[in-house]
């Protein structure tokens, strides 16, 4: 059963960055598009930033337009996230999956990686 790991997050002061790290335990990310999704304390999960199986196509919530950038390196099996300008309200777990808008399709969910934006 193929796991999801994702790392890279930690506390940041406000207008702080961090990058997020998705790998997977087989060679297998390449063949879907990837989203990195966030889930806060008392609210749903919620999709974040997408990316095309061969990266050429990308697409962004607008709370986090121009401020994240979703990139994915198939070579290395890994999908990442660069976070800038964080904000309080990004703190949340946050996650990678396949993109639910193309595949019907998800792994078992990771345990993600926890982002904390607070002075």
């Known amino acids: 059963q193929v796991q999801l790991v994702e790392s890279g997050g930690g506390l940041v002061q406000p207008g702080g960055s961090l990058r997020l790290s998705c790998a997977a335990s087989?060679?297998?990310?390449?063949?879907?598009?990837m989203s990195w999704y966030r889930q806060a304390p008392g609210k749903g999960r919620e999709l974040v930033a997408a990316?095309?199986?061969?990266?050429?196509?990308?697409n962004y919530a607008d709370f986090v337009k121009g401020r994240f950038t979703i990139s994915r390196d198939n070579a290395k099996n890994t999908v990442y996230l660069q976070m800038n300008s964080l904000e309080p309200e990004d703190t949340a777990q946050y996650y990678c999956?396949?993109?639910?808008?193309?595949?019907?399709?998800?792994?078992?969910w990771g345990q993600g990686t926890q982002v904390t934006v607070s002075s």
């Open positions: 990316i095309v199986s061969d990266g050429e196509g990308t």
């Open positions: 999956n396949t993109d639910s808008r193309r595949h019907a399709f998800q792994f078992p």
């Open positions: 087989e060679f297998i990310l390449a063949y879907y598009a």
